[in-house]
Every structure is written in C-alpha cells, then in structure tokens.
Nanobody, 126 residues
Framework: QVQLVESGGGSVQAGGSLRLSCAAS????????MGWFRQAPGKEREGVAV???????SYADSVKGRFTISQDNAKNTLYLQMDSLKPEDTAMYYC????????????????????RGQGTQVTVSS
C-alpha cells in the first residue's frame, strides 16, 4: 500500500519561504516516481514539480525559479522548497506517486498520479 504523509505547510507573507516534506515507505520511494501538485478552491489540480526515476526534474512554469524539488534517499523523504512565495501560490499541496512512465514525466503529469497524501495547506498573504 502506498502511503504518503505531507508536512510543513502553513501561513506566510508574500516573499517568504516554506519547505514541504513528504514521508514515504521505502517500498514506495524506491519504486515510484514522486512529485507535488496543488489545488486551490474552485480550481483544477496543477502539477507543480516532479522528480523522474532518472533524477531529472520538471517544474510548472508558474513556479520555475522559485520552487525546488529534492529528495533524501536515506530518509525516504521528498521535499519541496518554496521561495519568493506569492498569494497565487495559496492552495492545498499534495505529494503524489505513480509507477514509472515509459516516457519522460513532466510536472503537469503529477496532477493525474494514482496515489496522493492527505495534503498540507499553504496560505500566502499579501
């Protein structure tokens, strides 16, 4: 069973930073492609960032240059460092996982991944 547990959300002023964490079982972490997506009220899911099985990363244009996805293999943990936050980044953020794709995966794909955590709220005030 795939279990993903996010943490690190909160409230911050525009220009601030937050780091989200996603803890996964060793089985999940070693076999699945993992990433982050977000969903704001009344809006569709938006894939934010992903790390492919070869270590390559992809970001949504809306966060490129501000967000960084990384992983700590020893801790089976995925991170999302969010800098220069904007009010439009306000959303519920989810960690997600899926089996490796046959083609290169991009950030947008994360919105449709098969497994996700419970989410962590990020609120950015102006």
């Amino acid at each position: 069973q795939v279990q993903l547990v996010e943490s690190g959300g909160g409230s911050v002023q525009a220009g601030g930073s937050l780091r989200l964490s996603c803890a996964a079982s060793e089985y999940t972490y070693s076999r699945y492609v993992m990433g982050w997506f977000r969903q704001a009220p009344g809006k569709e899911r938006e894939g934010v960032a992903v790390i492919d099985s070869d270590g390559s990363t992809s970001y949504a244009d809306s966060v490129k240059g501000r967000f960084t996805i990384s992983q700590d293999n020893a801790k089976n943990t995925l991170y999302l460092q969010m800098d220069s936050l904007k009010p439009e980044d306000t959303a519920m953020y989810y960690c997600a996982a899926d089996l490796p794709f046959h083609a290169a995966v991009v950030a947008a794909d994360v919105a449709d991944f098969d497994y996700r955590g419970q989410g962590t709220q990020v609120t950015v005030s102006s």
